[in-house]
């Protein structure tokens, strides 16, 4: 992963990477720990069945944005947003009033 994309992965993004056995991995970017260089994902599936639902964390470099899965609907956003109000994540908030700002300019 470029320098570049360090800067891209925050909080919700989804995320895949291979462990160290070649088992493909699938989550979401729960927190961010030292400084951006390792994060905390929650595994949504992955070919070790041991790790879907768990969090585990990985070293940045290791991961890529899975860019399929970036593209929500101006109602999932809300409804997102208001996820992060519930779990008064103001990072993850920040973020997605981004991407419904983006999105409301688009659709205008």
Known sequence: MSPQEYKKVMVGDWVK??????????????????????????????????????????????????????????????QLIDLALLTNDKAWFDSLMIKYQALKVKQN
């Open 17 to 78: 990477l291979k462990s160290s056995k070649g088992e493909l991995i699938h989550g979401y970017v729960e927190k961010t720990i030292d400084n951006n260089e390792v994060v905390q994902l929650r595994v949504v599936t992955s070919d070790n069945q041991f790790l879907s639902g768990q969090s585990i964390q990985v070293e940045l470099n290791k991961v890529t944005v899975d860019q399929e899965n970036e593209q929500f609907s101006v109602a999932e956003i809300k």
